[in-house]
């Protein structure tokens, strides 16, 4: 029985800390902290619970079900259940999330020095998904690769722009925004939900079980267990920069207050105190954050596909590459404004799945609960959807004046009250005929 020593857990922990890091997780906390001021840290707290605490249940839901969304999304049935994954599986891949971490890292990190032009772009990206694709295709190698060699370059590269926000920083903790005087704690929580990290874990939980089986873990129990541990070490990498980047926000509004995002904020601050090696250090930092996620969507979709359809693993990691690869030249304002709506529909269905999911032991049958609650979910799904696309004249009014509609979570209450009829009916009619996943 194979048993993996101390420092291949911490490379596969760095490594699943690199899936996550992307651009995103980078950008928001900056923002969100200047705008906390001296809530910061109620703010952050919030943050942490949907940004970091989110994620990591669904990797240890994952995991506890053999690390694939085919066996967490088993009680829902076969045929629901593929459609669910596939619709994850696109929009976290080749459709949105996968070209965006491309576009995100050459305008961040690229575009200061060359302009933002369609032929820097289309170089740029081309060099980007043939360095992604070289790493995709050799899955075995992805803990050598990502966890044992980029990462640590990552995190030196973090730890400076972080030790820089905590040892120098650009001013005192400056006021609050309104929006955040009255709760910082519930505004910091939402913040965090909308990084869409729940739906990255759930893809990335089959790239960590296949990390693991590819050193010689066989032993399911194992497998379990590492995939926690590794998630563990990723949530600790990903709080602690979470924390500098909020604190960073909080101290530059002295020289940032009339950023517009975290983007600008970031770029301020590594202006003002590194100068032009600034840019440079951003430029890295954004430049690994976004290969590393790229790489583990592309691998993702290719473990998925691949067992699918009647298509080989490095068959489907060519095609979605190159496809990302012609997404990502259409430009970011046009890329985000398409997968907003279709991240937002489905990241309520995700914490919903979850959490039924980890709570799978106290039903008696578990598609008596998963069915109507999902359900339910999936309304309210493509309600938020039409609303984030535009199209809240196509939405009942009703909706909008459900408990916390205005802050995004009105499928909330109404989720809850089906889950909880549903578990009532689940007990009262008996032993199940369907053994719960």
Known sequence: MTRLKSLDLLALGFMTFALFLGAGNIIFPPSAGMAAGEHVWSAAFGFLITGVGLPLLTVVALARVGGGMNELTAPLGRRAGILLAVAVYLAIGPLFATPRTAVVSFEMGVAPFTGNEPLPLFIYTAAYFCAVLFLALNPGKL?????????????????????????????????????????????????????????????????????????????????????????????????????????????????????????QVLTTYVQHTFGTYGSLLLA???TLACLTTAVGLLSACGEYFSTLLPVSYKTVVLVFGLFSLVVSNQGLTQLISV????????????????????????WRSAPRVFVPTMAVTLVFGLVDACNAAGFKNLVPDLFAHLPLAEQGLGWLVPVLLTLAVAAVVDRLRGQPTVQAA
């Open 339 to 362: 997968s907003v709506p279709v991240l937002v529909g489905l990241y309520p269905l995700a914490i919903v799945l979850v959490g039924l999911s980890l709570l799978s032991g106290c």
């Open 284 to 286: 890295v930092v954004i």
């Open 143 to 263: 803990v050598d690769s990502i966890g044992k060699f980029i990462t640590p370059v990552l995190l030196a590269a973090l730890l400076v722009l972080g030790g820089a926000a905590l040892l120098a920083p650009a001013g005192e903790i400056g006021q609050s925004a309104e929006a955040y005087q009255a709760n910082p704690f519930v505004k910091g929580f939402l913040e965090g939900y909308l990084t869409m990290d729940t739906l990255g874990a759930l893809v990335f939980g089959i790239v960590i079980a296949t990390a693991i089986r590819d050193r010689g873990v066989g032993e399911g129990r194992l497998v379990t267990r590492y995939s926690v541990i590794a998630g563990v070490i990723a949530a600790t990498g990903l709080s602690l920069v979470y924390l500098a980047l909020f604190y960073l926000g909080a101290t530059s509004q002295g020289i940032a207050g009339d950023a517009q995002n975290g983007v």
